[in-house]
Every structure is written in structure tokens, then in C-alpha cells.
């Protein structure tokens, strides 16, 4: 069993910076990729980044590209994703995950088995 707490969430106007972290419980971290995804009031969730088990390979969604970056540290069981140039369409509550039984990087929901609570992340104009 794999246990996520996600924390860094808060208000900030746009064009400011956040950095989330999600710590993970379990001695396979290092072994599973692990992902953001958002979900904004009334939308989908939907991915935003990805890094793999061991940190070398990492994805974006293109509406984030260039902007949030996603990295980890295997050493603390927790991996970051720092947000720059915030806009108002990031405001959205993000939830990290943990992909079971691969190390591999993935964009697709469906392959993350384990998932935080969450923490809101509001961005005003």
C-alpha cells in the first residue's frame, strides 16, 4: 500500500510561483513512475506531468510546458512540482499519483494506481 499527502497549495496572483510536494509512504517509490494531474471546478481531471522511477525521463501537458517542472527525490519519498508563470486557468485542485507495477513514464489516468487528497491551487488575475 502506497500513501500520498500532497502540500504547497494556496492563493497566488498570476504570474507568481508555487511549489507543490507529495510524500510518499512505501518502499517501492523509487520504483514507480509518479504523475500531477489537475482537476478544475466542473472539468475533468487531467494530466499534467510525469516523471519515471528513476527521475531521467519526464512529460508535460502542453498547457504547462516551459512553465512547471517536475522532479523527485527518492532519497526523501517525495516528488515536486514547481509552478512558474502561474495563470488564472491553473487554478484547479492538483493530486499526485503513483503508478503501480512500472517505472515508466505516463500520461494516461487510468494507470495510476494510487492517488493524494489533493491540495487547491488558486491563481487571481
Known amino acids: 500500500q502506497v500513501q500520498l499527502v500532497e502540500s504547497g497549495g494556496g492563493l497566488v496572483q498570476a504570474g507568481g510561483s508555487l511549489r507543490l510536494s507529495c510524500a510518499a509512504s512505501g518502499r517501492t517509490f523509487s520504483s514507480a513512475a509518479m504523475g500531477w494531474f489537475r482537476q478544475a471546478p466542473g472539468k475533468e481531471r487531467e494530466f499534467v506531468a510525469t516523471?519515471?522511477?528513476?527521475?531521467?525521463?519526464?512529460a508535460y501537458a502542453d498547457s504547462v510546458k516551459g512553465r512547471f517542472t517536475i522532479s523527485r527525490d527518492n532519497a526523501k519519498n517525495t516528488v515536486y512540482l514547481q509552478m512558474n508563470s502561474l495563470k488564472p486557468e491553473d487554478t484547479a485542485v492538483y493530486y499526485c499519483?503513483?503508478?503501480?507495477?512500472?517505472?515508466?513514464?505516463?500520461?494516461?489516468?487510468?494507470?495510476?494506481?494510487?492517488w493524494g487528497q489533493g491540495t487547491q491551487v488558486t491563481v487571481s488575475s
Open positions: 516523471i519515471s522511477g528513476s527521475g531521467a525521463y519526464a
Open positions: 499519483g503513483a503508478r503501480q507495477g512500472g517505472s515508466s513514464i505516463a500520461t494516461t489516468e487510468s494507470v495510476y494506481r494510487y
